[in-house]
């Protein structure tokens, strides 16, 4: 059997139901729209975007000091590491790790800076989702308050090679 055209009268019109679907999922599209820029600027879930530009090797070295500087513990050979409440602390994202892990305070506000070692990672927080690409050479600040105690899991939502699923931090909330 061969491919034939359908009849040149094919097409008809939406009438009735199918109309109003079509009007109401267009409708919905025009509001989704419009909320992009508008949950932008409202709510606290956002990024300022406030970035700097670091070479990985520089960032790896303010991780480092920073580690040494406020070290509590370590699990697994991962450092827990515990900054002062107002103060900076840093994240490196690489193939396939969270380094180090994060001992925060609930209602105390930090600077997080985030950055890749390697390639593009994405830092996704749960069970809150919260998403934030991670790319190497940008030093991306977020301005974190934690709300409420816990652990909290950092998983990788940027497909990142082999180890990818295996890619695991974490934030503890005391
Ligand atoms: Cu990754």
Redesign the pocket.
């Known amino acids: 059997m061969s491919i034939e055209a359908p009849p040149r009268d094919w097409f008809k019109a939406p009438a009735g139901a199918e109309k109003l679907w079509i009007g109401l999922a267009l409708l919905w599209c025009f509001v989704m729209s419009i909320m992009m820029p508008f949950w932008h600027f409202y709510g606290k879930q956002n990024s300022r975007g406030e970035a700097y530009s670091v070479e990985p090797t520089a960032f790896m070295e303010r991780t480092a000091t920073f580690i040494e500087a406020n070290q509590v513990g370590d699990e697994n050979g991962m450092p827990i590491v515990e900054p002062a409440p107002g103060s900076d602390a840093y994240l490196a994202?690489m193939?396939?790790s969270w380094y180090p892990i994060l001992k925060l305070r609930e209602g105390e506000t930090y600077r997080i800076h985030l950055s890749s070692m390697d390639l593009n990672?994405?830092f996704s927080l749960q069970p809150l989702n919260m998403n934030f690409q991670v790319l190497p050479g940008y030093d991306h600040v977020l301005t974190l308050t934690p709300t409420s105690k816990g652990e909290f899991t950092i998983v990788?939502n940027?497909f990142?090679?082999i180890g990818?699923d295996k890619?695991i931090g974490k934030i503890i909330v005391e």
């Open positions: 994202a193939m396939w990672h994405g990788c940027e990142c090679g990818h890619m």
